[in-house]
């Protein structure tokens, strides 16, 4: 009856799955929490949830059956469409990333390549270094696979200006 505290401890027991390399059980644990999530009433808050087990799921599906198949899509897509709901949120970057990853791997590269440039456009706007370390070199692995050698080059050595030691 405490819908709540099981979706809660459902996400906590998914992330205990990632940590342990247990991803067909934390995806089991992280689509229950999702399925609980859905009997709460619409909220910010629930909202907020529902992107981070989208995330988790996605992430921990990648693990286990690769990036390009349609369930790691669906996680991220329902994920994006829930940050467009709610506006920018921290989360959205890494939204962006599994989507670009997601389009990329099954080579739809013009699906695939909003999403790398809205990550890097995101990073430019909020200046965090290792947000913008991480969108150049996404690109510029994005840019290797239609070719487009110099642009790649240039965003990779630009990932490579963020890049500090002692934080990374």
């Known amino acids: 009856g405490t819908v709540e505290k099981a979706v809660a401890y ?6 205990q799955g990632v940590q342990r390399s ?5 995806t089991n644990y992280f689509t229950q929490a999702i399925a609980l999530l859905q009997t709460l009433p619409d909220t910010r808050e629930r909202t907020q949830q529902e992107i981070a087990l989208q995330i988790a799921l996605g992430l921990s599906l990648s693990s ?3 990036y390009g198949t349609s369930e790691v899509g669906q996680a991220f897509i329902r994920a994006h469409a829930l940050c467009q709901q709610i506006g920018e949120t921290p989360q959205l970057s890494v939204v962006l990333r599994g989507l670009w990853n ?3 791997l099954r080579a739809e590269y013009e699906t695939a390549r909003p999403f790398v440039n809205q990550r890097l456009n995101l990073a430019q ?3 965090d270094s290792a947000l913008l370390m991480g969108a150049h070199q996404d690109l510029g692995f994005f ?4 070719g487009e050698w ?3 080059r240039e965003h990779l050595e630009q990932s490579l200006t963020f890049y500090d030691l002692r934080q990374h």
């Open 10 to 15: 459902l996400y906590k027991a998914g992330q």
């Open 22 to 26: 247990a991803y067909s059980e934390a």
């Open 64 to 66: 286990t059956t690769g």
């Open 102 to 104: 997601f389009y990329g």
């Open 125 to 127: 706007r909020l200046q």
């Open 143 to 146: 840019l290797v696979w239609p």
């Open 150 to 152: 110099n642009s790649a």
